[in-house]
C-alpha cells in the first residue's frame, strides 16, 4: 500500500505543483488542501485536490483550521507537508493539536519569517514547536530560525529545491529569435529579464530606474517584466506610472499574467541578464532557473546568494541593489558579452550538482520517512 502525503499550500504555486506531481512519480498517494483554486495549473491526475472556502490568514485562519481537519480526517494521511509558513504552516499547526499527524513545515524565505510581530510571530514559533521537522533551502535561512526563533538545529534540515534541469536549459539561437519575435522582441534586442514577484520586497522600482537610465542612451536595451504572484495593486500601479513619467514605455514589455513552467523557461532562455535586487531572499529559484538557462545574474550581494554566486566570476553584484549600481552592471554586461557563455559555463555546473530537483526530492522523500520512522 502507498504511503499518503498530503500537501498543504497555494495550489496556483508552480512550486507547490512540482511537489505534488514529482511524488507521484515517486509512488505516493498524493493529496493536496489549498485554498486558491488551482484549474489552470497543470497538476497530474492521480493528485487528488481538495479545497477549502477560508483564507489561511487573518482573522479567519481558525475557520480554515477546522476545514483542513474536516478534510484530514478524511484523508487519513501518513504525514502532512504544509508550505509557507506564515499561512498554511500556522494552520497544520494548530491542527495537529486536533490531529497529531506526523507534520513537516517549509519555510520559503526569510523576509515572511524575520519581519513577522506580535500575535504572528507567536504563531510562526508555535508552527516551529509543532514541527517533527522544519524544512528550509537553505543554511542561511536554517540559521535565522535557529537564531531568531531558538528552535533546536536538529529539527532543522537544509535541503534546495532544486530545479527541473531538462526543462531549464539553454535554446539554439534561432529558436531564441523565434521566441523573442513572438513577444514583440527583435533579434538584436539587449535583453533584461525582472523574473521576480511584482511586490514590494524585490524592490522592482529600483530595477525599472536602473534601466530607465540605460535605455535613454542604448534603446536596443529592453526590460522584460513579469508580474508573477504580484497581488498589491498600488504597488503594480507605482511601476508602471514610474515607467511611464520616465518615458520608457516603449522599451518595457510586461508580462500581467502567470506563465507556465514551459513559457518561463523560455523567457529566463531569450533573456541576456536577469536582474534580483530584493531586500533579502532565499537562493530563488528564479535566480536557479535563470542562470540554468544563460541568463547572466545581476544580485544585490546578499549573504545567501554568496552561496553559490562570487561577483565577477559567476554574477555582477549590484552593491545595496541601487539604480545606478544595477545601470552600470547593465552596461557592463553590454560591453562584455563574452560574460554570457563564461558565466553559464560556471554556473550550470553548480546547478548541476546542488540544485537537482530529481536527486534533491529524494532527500526530501528521505525526511518524510525519517519522521515516519520515529
Not at 489561511?56 to 502532512?80: G, M, Y
Not at 533573456?271 to 528564479?286: A, E, G, K, R, T
Request: proline residues 5%.
Amino acid at each position: 500500500m502507498k504511503d499518503r502525503v498530503c500537501f498543504l499550500g497555494n495550489g496556483r504555486s508552480v512550486y507547490l505543483q512540482q511537489f505534488c506531481n514529482r511524488f507521484v512519480e515517486l509512488g505516493w498517494d498524493v493529496h493536496l488542501i489549498t485554498w486558491r483554486n488551482p484549474e489552470s495549473m497543470r497538476y497530474n491526475k492521480k493528485v487528488q485536490i481538495h479545497k477549502i472556502f477560508s483564507p489561511p490568514h487573518s482573522f479567519l485562519i481558525f475557520l480554515a483550521v477546522l476545514e483542513v481537519a474536516l478534510l484530514l480526517r478524511r484523508i487519513k494521511p501518513d504525514i502532512i507537508h504544509a508550505h509557507y509558513i506564515n499561512t498554511f504552516g500556522i494552520v497544520a499547526a494548530l491542527v495537529k493539536h486536533i490531529f497529531p499527524y506526523p507534520l513537516v513545515v517549509s519555510a520559503w524565505g526569510p523576509h515572511g519569517i524575520r519581519k513577522s510581530r506580535g500575535i504572528r510571530r507567536a504563531l510562526i514559533k508555535h508552527t516551529f514547536q509543532k514541527a517533527d521537522r522544519v524544512l528550509t533551502t537553505s543554511d542561511y535561512l536554517r540559521k535565522v530560525i535557529i537564531e531568531e526563533f531558538h528552535i533546536p538545529g536538529k529539527k532543522i534540515t537544509a535541503i534546495p529545491w532544486g530545479i527541473n534541469l531538462q526543462l531549464f536549459s539553454p535554446k539554439e539561437q534561432p529558436e531564441i529569435n523565434q521566441i523573442r519575435k513572438r513577444y514583440g522582441l527583435k533579434s538584436t534586442d539587449f535583453v533584461v529579464l525582472s523574473p521576480r514577484n511584482l511586490e514590494p520586497v524585490y524592490r522592482i522600482e529600483n530595477i525599472v530606474e536602473g534601466f530607465s537610465k540605460v535605455h535613454k542612451k542604448h534603446p536596443k536595451v529592453k526590460l522584460l517584466m513579469l508580474k508573477g504572484y504580484g497581488k498589491t495593486k498600488d504597488y503594480e500601479e507605482m511601476i508602471l506610472n514610474k515607467i511611464q513619467d520616465n518615458d520608457v514605455r516603449e522599451g518595457v514589455f510586461y508580462i500581467p499574467h502567470l506563465l507556465s513552467r514551459d513559457e518561463l523557461a523560455e523567457m529566463y532562455a531569450i533573456s541576456d541578464i536577469l536582474v534580483s535586487v530584493p531586500l533579502n531572499d532565499q537562493f530563488s529559484s528564479c535566480i536557479q532557473e535563470g542562470i540554468a538557462c544563460g541568463a547572466v545574474p545581476i544580485t544585490k550581494d546578499l549573504d545567501v546568494y554568496k552561496m553559490y554566486l562570487k561577483d565577477g566570476e559567476n554574477a555582477l553584484f549590484a552593491k545595496k541593489g541601487k539604480p545606478k549600481n544595477i545601470a552600470d552592471k547593465i552596461i557592463y554586461c553590454m560591453k562584455h558579452p563574452e560574460l554570457k557563455k563564461q558565466f553559464y559555463e560556471k554556473n550550470r555546473k553548480i546547478i548541476e550538482e546542488y540544485e537537482n530537483w530529481g536527486e534533491n526530492s529524494k532527500k526530501i522523500e528521505n525526511v518524510y520517512k525519517e519522521v515516519l520512522s520515529k
